[in-house]
């Protein structure tokens, strides 16, 4: 859920704010308005103008940092990272408020990093400048919808995978404790006591139950592959909590034994469900992590559960996964349940919209400004169209697309793709219109003339967007 603080924010291998050294000190233009284009004219000889529809210019987001080091080298490291990170760009890049549930694309223009002797044994300051020319926010989930052509015969079906979806690295070993604990470790002692329960898990058919045996702080690290110094580990780790008993709770970085960090949680999950936690640290100078936890403070007797370790490095935390969702492009790199797990195959982190009949899709923009879709066409199909029927407008290509051909429409840049690189703009039909999704639901209607050839052939559309404001 998006929430009203800043928060962590993300740009290329660096995060700002709770839980890195980069402490976010001030931001603006997030959101403002960006300065409006406006087309007025005076009305000659009458009070008043003529005025034309409003078009915003570029968002600019200055952002003021404080940067916390132990060391006055380690300072240096820090204000060299930083420099490193924003340099001059050639195109915009994501940066990704990940506590507000929103995303822009921008340069950094700007970068300011002063010398202050007075305070330069372990403290600076920054500021940045972020030019976005493109001034919509965007949420961090991209969402997909897809369908067949309108058939009276044919269902709805999905491919199993989807273009688009990076991959990653789960980097602790025994996420789920499917098999065993032996590579987890208890935190703070002999507080509390650890089971396998395959009843209540969040993923699987184990997680790992923590019953207190006393009043105090407790809980469980999980081991990862090493990380070195620079590196930033995302966190995200599932947990079911009772209505009472917990009073705080805290991810913490670890080598071995020795805690390098704590995060501790700005509010408490919802009790009595599974509830995602997440946090992220950049590795200091010097410092080695191989072990991610989490703990609570309770009263005695309290019982809460925790499963699905992730930690990611250097990239945005993505959905949950391990090695055992074959399904979901993930495998193991080593022995099950006991090595790190990686998603090669693209696509599953997607939300799919509903059912609906063959040949319609429902896409819903929770923004406040239309979102511009992007639309892959998967053959066989003739001349296939896409009608918007909530707004009565829509685009027909002139084309055939044999099984295993596409056609990728990028309704923003109105880019028409053939296989994703070979441009065929010439294919829209004159008098088409480029589909908006407008805020709320949108019901997109697909349809074509089917090819020659046996029964089964579906030809798909697939629509991917994100939710998009001003």
């Not at 010439?426 to 999704?437: D, E, I, K, N, Q």
Request: hydrophobic share 35%.
């Amino acid at each position: 859920m998006a929430q009203q603080r800043i928060g962590r924010i993300q740009w290329g291998g660096l995060t700002f704010g709770p839980g890195s050294r980069y402490h976010v000190t001030a931001i603006e233009g997030l959101d403002d308005m960006p300065d409006i284009r406006a087309d007025d004219m005076e009305r000659p000889g009458q009070h008043g103008d003529y005025t034309g529809p409003d078009r915003t210019g570029p968002r600019i987001i200055p952002i003021g940092l404080g940067l916390r080091a132990d060391s006055p080298d380690e300072l240096r490291d820090l204000t060299l990272t930083l420099r490193a990170a924003t340099q001059p760009q050639d195109r915009p890049e994501p940066m990704l408020f990940l506590d507000q549930d929103t995303l822009v694309y921008g340069k950094i223009r700007r970068r300011s990093i002063p010398y202050d002797a007075e305070y330069l044994w372990c403290t600076g300051s920054a500021a940045l400048e972020l030019y976005c020319a493109d001034p919509y926010l965007y949420g961090l989930e991209e969402r997909s919808a897809s369908t067949t052509a309108y058939s009276p015969a044919a269902g709805r079906t999905y491919p199993l995978t989807y273009a688009g979806v990076a991959p990653a690295t789960n980097l602790v070993l025994n996420p789920s404790s499917e098999v065993d604990v032996i590579t987890d470790q208890q935190m703070y002692g002999p507080s509390i006591t650890r089971v396998r329960v395959t009843s209540d898990a969040r993923y699987g058919d184990a997680c790992v139950q923590h019953t207190h045996t006393a009043a105090s702080s407790a809980g469980t690290t999980w081991t990862i592959s090493p990380q070195t110094a620079g590196t930033v580990v995302q966190v995200g780790i599932w947990v079911k909590i009772p209505a009472a008993g917990i009073t705080s709770g805290q991810i913490t970085w670890r080598s071995g034994t020795t805690t390098l960090n704590n995060y501790v949680l700005p509010s408490l999950p919802a009790p009595g469900e599974w509830v995602r936690i997440t946090g992220s640290y950049t590795i200091g100078a010097g410092q080695t992590c191989d072990r991610v936890g989490l703990a609570f403070n309770s009263a005695i007797n309290t019982v809460w559960w925790a499963d699905a370790a992730m930690a990611v490095a250097g990239m945005a935390l993505p959905e949950y996964g391990d090695g055992s969702m074959t399904g979901y492009g993930w495998s193991w790199t080593g022995t099950p349940n006991d090595s790190t797990s990686v998603r090669t195959l693209t696509g599953t982190d997607r939300t799919y919209g509903s059912a609906g009949q063959s040949g319609r899709i429902t896409a819903v923009n929770a923004g406040s400004s239309p979102a511009y879709p992007v639309l892959r066409l998967d053959g066989p199909i003739a001349n296939p169209s896409i009608e918007q029927v909530n707004t009565g407008g829509g685009i027909t290509i002139d084309a055939t697309l044999a099984e295993g051909e596409y056609l990728l429409i990028n309704t923003r840049t109105r880019a028409v793709l053939y296989m994703g690189s070979s441009p065929r703009r010439s294919w829209v039909r004159a008098g088409s219109t480029w589909p908006l999704l407008q805020p709320g639901h949108n019901e997109l209607a697909y349809r074509g003339t089917a090819l020659p050839g046996p029964p089964g052939q579906l030809s798909l559309l697939t629509v991917t967007w994100r939710d998009t404001s001003l």
